[in-house]
Nanobody
Framework: QVVPVESGGDSVQAGGSLRLSCVTS????????MAWFRQTPGKEREGVAG????????VYADSVKGRFTISRDNDKNTMFLQMDSLKPEDTAMYYC???????????????????WGQGTQVTVST
């Protein structure tokens, strides 16, 4: 199992856009459920979006639905998070995670995930 690596975080103004990328192994991208989480100091880790191995089954947190889009390109071993209409409340460290097993209702639960990236910082200012 290869630890995923995130990139794409930056500092942007409210209303702007960013695309985060998570590079993992060929085996992981083809077999594992993957997700994006975020965390701000002093707050619990929050599930943002999850996607199954085939890319056809997706879940979003209510706070980002309609603004963020999760996808994966299995040929490039990469998962993406397109973030549009960014708000200051979106400021956080964003983490890529992968789960060896998944159960319904657990897609955005941190404890379900086995492997985590190092995180990439997103800062949204006004």
């Amino acid at each position: 199992q290869v630890v995923p690596v995130e990139s794409g975080g930056d500092s942007v103004q409210a209303g702007g856009s960013l695309r985060l990328s998570c590079v993992t192994s060929q085996d992981t991208i083809r077999r594992h459920y993957m997700a994006w989480f975020r965390q701000t100091p002093g707050k619990e880790r929050e599930g943002v979006a999850g996607i199954n191995a085939g890319g056809g089954n997706i879940v979003y947190a209510d706070s980002v639905k309609g603004r963020f889009t999760i996808s994966r390109d299995n040929d490039k071993n990469t998962m993406f998070l397109q973030m549009d209409s960014l708000k200051p409340e979106d400021t956080a460290m964003y983490y890529c995670a992968q789960a060896e097993r998944m159960a319904a209702g657990r897609e955005l639960v941190p404890a379900q995930y086995n492997f985590w990236g190092q995180g990439t910082q997103v800062t949204v200012s006004t």
